[in-house]
């Protein structure tokens, strides 16, 4: 292990002491570039920089995926929407109880926050909500009471809980980013993707905890009482949407509201064994997220119980808005579009597999995974080899992007609380300080040569199939969730397939598909074409078919209907 001064550069894990130590010898000392070289080694950035000059393209100039077919038509077999295990509690299930009077959204959502509040009091905690907004929760929900029991219901999510990442603003409760000392009680006004989900009727009951800014996919972060994974407390839960899919998990909301700049909404659906979904670039607008300098990888998706919740989540809250350039660019959904991809089925379907790729997953990961392959190939899908030559260098060009996007964005920040974050950020954002004049321009021309390549890629089949993570759940101590750590190595295996669809900005879900020798849940990862959130709708319902949710209910689990 290589060492200056006193200071021994980390392989691994760091936390506690070593941490601090780390982070003041690194801002405070010249040990700053020579850690910056070895992480820029184990995360893959040199050996994307040392690529040929072919892998590059053109600086973009625009970030709107590009469409590898201009048709996307398929036949449906008519098999139905999948109809959710008898454990999974969906918004299906609910609006079913509503119309029979067998429950009301206002029980529902007392429900909701009762055993949000038990969960937050378990140790580890459980908690998935970092704020409750009980007063508009319990007046929302009278008043879908109200139109259920004169059968005028506003659709599918007209009483539905649902909770919303903070790094999104909601009324009363304005993103704070996982951080210690942004406010939180100035006045604010709904996003855009919160306001068409309270005009669908559904039922916001708070924020939910992040990781600090969303610089980690990891799931820890010692300014918030961060919960675990529901499925073993000793692991984490994946992030930085960590608060959302644990909503989801634990059944405290059917679908909750999450933001993927790096796999933020499917890592934690993928590690906690529920399904997520990150739409096409634009498609759900930006207008109302908290992150100063929003990125150019960054998309507002859902995390849920069901490939139904997804689909309608969807629906409500896409089309454009006129203070987000990028949803100018999507293409409006048609009328019933995502609903009615649920019942196709995947006979016929053409699924990309890289096996150069799948090669870099663990076993106990891709052995499920490719299971569940197997049996959509059973089912008619045709598996198909291919190969990104740029794939493997994704998740780098991926850090340098979102690392330095997120860099320039928090300048004020950084002049004036770089003392008050946690020192895993600290540690990212003086290691930044470092880096090439040109590593981003570059970053940018081999996203360029990827963004081609894939969209060569997808004019021969339907979709890409990938794992979500290429290891399960990372362990936690109690010590390490109260004062934070750094981990390279196991940060780039949850990285590992996410960045692929954030450069490219194609549609990208996660269905559960079974779990590793530990009992953790494992996740596939469904890559579609531009726009085409239909398709990959489609896998992720016949997986779903499959019977994909019916193992994942953790111990920990609030039944809504009682």
């Known amino acids: 292990m290589a060492s200056i001064l006193p200071l021994h550069l980390p392989l691994g894990r760091v936390s506690g002491r070593a941490l601090a130590a780390l982070v003041t010898a690194i801002r405070k000392t010249p040990a700053r570039a020579p850690l910056v070289r070895l992480f820029r080694f184990q995360l893959g950035i040199d050996a994307a920089r040392a690529l040929a000059p072919g892998c590059r393209g053109e600086l973009p100039f625009s970030y709107a995926p590009l469409r590898a077919r201009a048709d996307h038509g398929r036949p449906s077999r008519n098999l139905g929407i999948p109809k959710a295990a008898s454990s999974v509690r969906g918004s299906r299930a609910l609006a079913h109880a509503y119309r029979e009077g067998s429950v009301s959204p206002e029980r529902v959502v007392e429900r909701a926050l009762e055993g949000a509040r038990a969960l937050a009091r378990r140790t580890p905690p459980l908690g998935p909500l970092c704020g409750y907004d009980d007063a508009r929760a319990l007046e929302a929900a009278k008043a879908s009471a109200e139109r259920h029991a004169r059968r005028a219901s506003l659709g599918s999510f007209d009483g539905i809980p649902v909770a919303v990442k903070e790094e999104v603003n909601v009324e ?137 919740d997804l689909a309608e989540f969807v629906t409500i809250a896409s089309g454009p808005d006129d203070a987000d350039e990028a949803s100018l660019a999507a293409p409006a959904l048609a009328n019933g579009e995502l609903d009615g991809a649920l019942g196709r089925g995947v006979s016929g379907l053409r699924i990309g597999i890289d096996e150069a790729e799948w090669a870099r997953a663990e076993d106990s990961v891709a052995g499920p995974a490719r299971e569940a392959l197997d049996a959509l190939e059973r089912d008619g899908a045709e598996l198909v080899p291919v190969r990104i030559e740029l794939a493997r260098h994704a998740a780098a060009i991926g850090y340098l992007t979102i690392g330095i996007e997120a860099f320039a964005g928090m300048a004020e920040i950084r002049a004036r609380h770089l003392d008050d974050l946690g020192y895993d950020v600290q540690l990212l954002l003086s290691g930044l300080e470092t880096f090439r004049p040109d590593d981003y321009l570059d970053a940018q021309r081999l996203r ?23 290891r399960s759940a990372p362990p936690v101590s109690d010590d390490e969730a109260k004062t934070g750590f750094i981990d390279p190595p196991a940060l780039d295996a949850i990285c590992r397939y996410a960045f692929l669809a954030n450069l490219t900005g194609l549609p990208a879900g996660t269905a559960p598909v079974g779990f590793d020798a530990g009992r953790l849940p494992v996740g596939l990862q469904i890559v579609g074409d531009a726009w085409d959130e239909a398709c990959v709708l489609q896998v992720l319902a016949h997986l779903e078919r499959l019977g994909a949710a019916e193992s994942t209910r953790p111990e920990a689990y609030v039944d809504l209907l009682g």
């Open 448 to 470: 360029a040569g990827l963004r081609r390549e894939v969209a060569r890629t997808l004019r021969d089949v339907d979709v890409l199939a990938l794992p979500t993570t290429a």
């Open 172 to 308: 009363g409760y304005p993103a704070r980013l996982g951080t210690r000392f942004m406010a939180h009680d100035r006045p604010v006004a709904d996003a855009v993707a919160v306001a068409r989900l309270r005009a669908a009727g559904a039922i916001v009951l708070g924020p939910t905890p992040m990781t600090e800014f969303g610089l980690s996919t990891l799931g820890a972060n010692a300014h918030r009482r961060m919960p675990r994974n529901p499925h073993d407390p000793t692991r984490l839960p994946g992030g930085s949407s960590s608060g959302s899919a644990v909503a989801v998990t634990t059944g405290v909301t059917p679908v909750s509201l999450g933001v993927d700049g790096g796999g933020s909404i499917r890592v934690p659906a993928a590690l906690c064994g529920v399904f997520g979904l990150k739409p096409s670039y634009g498609r759900i607008p930006a207008t109302g997220l908290g992150f100063p300098g929003n990125a150019s990888v960054v998309h507002l998706g859902p995390i849920a119980s069901t490939s139904y």
